[in-house]
């Protein structure tokens, strides 16, 4: 306002001299110079103070603004009108000439995630030159809306659970999952946050009641299929087998890796087998079962907690019930404490987010030729007996079958092998507005496993490489990051 301060000090000389020439009544001349500068005098006089007016105005919105941002945040008390003066007193109080008595009127609407806070603001400012026509004040006036949203969270967490991850890094990973629950769960957030775990080993244990929505039933199913019916041929990887030792896992071909739910009844199951360790199933068992659209903490705790090793890297099954998991085609069939949920695709109030973990790169799917031996190393000796053996006695591997094979890092997206089952899984997760975080836990740098989770991240941001045991750093800055997207102002 430096260039108001001169014409101020002008204009006040001149009314000085205004009322020196009114005194002087006997000069008439005096008297006509003054009524020709009175109109003068109020035209320049009057225009700054509706200048100052203006400009008062402006730090008035800015305090306004500022006030409604601090009591909309969804972190503050209740005590907005406290809010809301404190941010005005503190703003008005470094602005020179505004007056600090105000007429304050604010609302507060207030929902399970959302807050909308509205606030108008007036007040009387002096003039400086307008009261020559008895104008003392100028009123002036401001308001300003604000809301903060929490979007509800859509979240699925998948876990690679394979052999390789035996030992500390299988410890470090259940506690650092634990610790991440809790950072979705906290506070208010849990009210709208659904949380999924899907641990992988060879493939994923869907649970039971996915499993029998799926897979052929008994009636429709070859059960305990002899060796040449199981071999690798026409029914591969089609074929409606069922085995009354198996555990929850369904044979998936290249038209499930996708966002529809499974035909009903109509894929086959996973026999119980291992593949390199023995005793860790290809199809993790029971505990290590998906959990899915919860905010059950305890439960999602436990959950993790329970998860035994498998054998192999299904992470392109892995990653694809992950989007399912996230998908309006399973609404209803997911359990959990959320009816409506998944949400559609694109829902102004949800943003939905993956995140893929792995030690190691994707593995072929594979089965045994004779699902009786269980080791797919087996020799196949006359009388069926299983190898149970060390591991370095399992001997070659003539009873395995590969039915999905892996593919390389060139295989384009929905190739029918499981690298580009995977690139399909991520695209279309990418395209269905899903964000996708990656970790890399103790791989090698440019690797086949890193090129794939730096490929389904959904930025560069959003792949985290993690070279020591330390994973619970890229959990909290994924937490960190999905907190800071779930609020909208």
Same mark, same amino acid.
């Given at each position: 306002?430096?260039?108001?301060?001169?014409?101020?000090?002008?204009?006040?000389?001149?009314?000085?001299?205004?009322?020196?020439?009114?005194?002087?009544?006997?000069?008439?001349?005096?008297?006509?110079?003054?009524?020709?500068?009175?109109?003068?005098?109020?035209?320049?006089?009057?225009?700054?103070?509706?200048?100052?007016?203006?400009?008062?105005?402006?730090?008035?919105?800015?305090?306004?603004?500022?006030?409604?941002?601090?009591?909309?945040?969804?972190?503050?008390?209740?005590?907005?009108?406290?809010?809301?003066?404190?941010?005005?007193?503190?703003?008005?109080?470094?602005?020179?000439?505004?007056?600090?008595?105000?007429?304050?009127?604010?609302?507060?609407?207030?929902?399970?995630?959302?807050?909308?806070?509205?606030?108008?603001?007036?007040?009387?400012?002096?003039?400086?030159?307008?009261?020559?026509?008895?104008?003392?004040?100028?009123?002036?006036?401001?308001?300003?809306?604000?809301?903060?949203?929490?979007?509800?969270?859509?979240?699925?967490?998948?876990?690679? $659970?394979?052999?390789?991850? %035996?030992? +500390?890094?299988?410890?470090?990973? @259940?506690?650092? /999952?634990? &610790?991440?629950? !809790?950072?979705?769960?906290?506070?208010?957030?849990?009210?709208?946050?659904?949380?999924?775990?899907?641990?992988?080993?060879?493939?994923?244990?869907?649970?039971?009641?996915?499993?029998?929505?799926?897979?052929?039933?008994?009636?429709?199913?070859?059960?305990?299929?002899?060796?040449?019916?199981?071999?690798?041929?026409?029914?591969?990887?089609?074929?409606?087998?069922?085995?009354?030792?198996?555990?929850?896992?369904?044979?998936?071909?290249?038209?499930?890796?996708?966002?529809?739910?499974?035909?009903?009844?109509?894929?086959?199951?996973?026999?119980?087998?291992?593949?390199?360790?023995?005793?860790?199933?290809?199809?993790?068992?029971?505990?290590?079962? $998906?959990?899915?659209?919860? %905010?059950? +903490?305890?439960?999602?705790?436990? @959950?993790?907690? /329970?998860? &035994?090793?498998? !054998?192999?890297?299904?992470?392109?099954?892995?990653?694809?019930?992950?989007?399912?998991?996230?998908?309006?085609?399973?609404?209803?069939?997911?359990?959990?404490?959320?009816?409506?949920?998944?949400?559609?695709?694109?829902?102004?109030?949800?943003?939905?987010?993956?995140?893929?973990?792995?030690?190691?790169?994707?593995?072929?799917?594979?089965?045994?030729?004779?699902?009786?031996?269980?080791?797919?190393?087996?020799?196949?000796?006359?009388?069926?007996?299983?190898?149970?053996?060390?591991?370095?006695?399992?001997?070659?591997?003539?009873?395995?079958?590969?039915?999905?094979?892996?593919?390389?890092?060139?295989?384009?997206?929905?190739?029918?092998?499981? $690298?580009?089952?995977?690139?399909?899984?991520?695209?279309?997760?990418?395209?269905?507005?899903?964000?996708?975080?990656?970790?890399?836990?103790?791989?090698?740098?440019?690797?086949?496993?890193?090129?794939?989770?730096?490929?389904?991240?959904?930025?560069?941001?959003?792949?985290?490489?993690?070279?020591?045991?330390?994973?619970?750093?890229?959990?909290?800055?994924?937490?960190?990051?999905?907190?800071?997207?779930?609020?909208?102002?």
């Amino acid at each position: 306002m430096w260039h108001i301060f001169p014409l101020e000090r002008a204009l006040r000389a001149l009314t000085r001299r205004f009322r020196q020439i009114a005194a002087e009544t006997q000069a008439n001349i005096a008297i006509i110079t003054a009524l020709s500068i009175m109109p003068i005098m109020i035209l320049i006089g009057g225009s700054v103070d509706f200048t100052r007016a203006a400009l008062h105005r402006a730090e008035l919105q800015a305090a306004i603004d500022s006030a409604v941002l601090a009591a909309s945040n969804l972190t503050s008390n209740d005590r907005f009108d406290d809010i809301i003066e404190d941010y005005l007193d503190a703003n008005l109080a470094s602005a020179k000439g505004l007056p600090k008595d105000y007429q304050l009127t604010s609302t507060t609407e207030t929902s399970l995630n959302s807050r909308t806070v509205t606030v108008e603001v007036a007040m009387d400012l002096p003039t400086y030159f307008l009261g020559l026509v008895n104008l003392e004040t100028l009123p002036i006036s401001a308001s300003a809306t604000a809301t903060e949203s929490r979007l509800n969270i859509e979240l699925a967490l998948v876990l690679d $659970i394979s052999s390789s991850m %035996n030992g +500390a890094k299988f410890t470090n990973l @259940k506690d650092s /999952a634990k &610790v991440f629950v !809790d950072h979705m769960l906290s506070g208010d957030a849990a009210d709208s946050t659904s949380l999924s775990i899907i641990p992988f080993g060879g493939t994923v244990n869907v649970g039971r009641n996915l499993f029998l929505a799926s897979a052929a039933t008994p009636t429709l199913a070859n059960t305990d299929p002899a060796e040449a019916d199981y071999d690798i041929g026409t029914n591969v990887p089609n074929g409606r087998f069922r085995f009354t030792d198996g555990d929850f896992c369904l044979e998936h071909m290249s038209g499930d890796f996708n966002q529809d739910r499974i035909p009903i009844n109509s894929r086959g199951q996973v026999p119980h087998f291992w593949r390199w360790w023995n005793f860790h199933p290809w199809c993790p068992g029971e505990p290590s079962s $998906i959990l899915l659209n919860t %905010n059950d +903490a305890p439960n999602l705790k436990n @959950k993790i907690d /329970a998860l &035994v090793l498998s !054998d192999g890297t299904g992470m392109d099954i892995g990653a694809m019930w992950g989007l399912k998991a996230l998908s309006p085609d399973l609404r209803g069939e997911t359990g959990g404490e959320f009816g409506d949920r998944p949400a559609t695709f694109g829902a102004d109030d949800t943003i939905k987010f993956m995140v893929v973990m792995t030690d190691g790169a994707i593995t072929s799917q594979n089965r045994p030729e004779d699902y009786t031996l269980f080791n797919v190393h087996t020799n196949r000796p006359n009388n069926r007996t299983p190898n149970v053996g060390a591991r370095s006695n399992q001997g070659n591997r003539r009873n395995m079958q590969t039915i999905i094979p892996r593919g390389n890092a060139g295989s384009a997206a929905g190739t029918s092998n499981a $690298i580009g089952h995977f690139k399909q899984v991520c695209d279309i997760a990418q395209d269905n507005g899903i964000v996708i975080y990656t970790i890399g836990f103790r791989i090698s740098r440019n690797s086949l496993p890193e090129q794939m989770l730096k490929y389904c991240a959904s930025d560069p941001t959003k792949y985290f490489l993690v070279d020591d045991f330390d994973i619970q750093s890229a959990f909290d800055a994924i937490a960190a990051s999905v907190n800071a997207l779930r609020v909208v102002q």
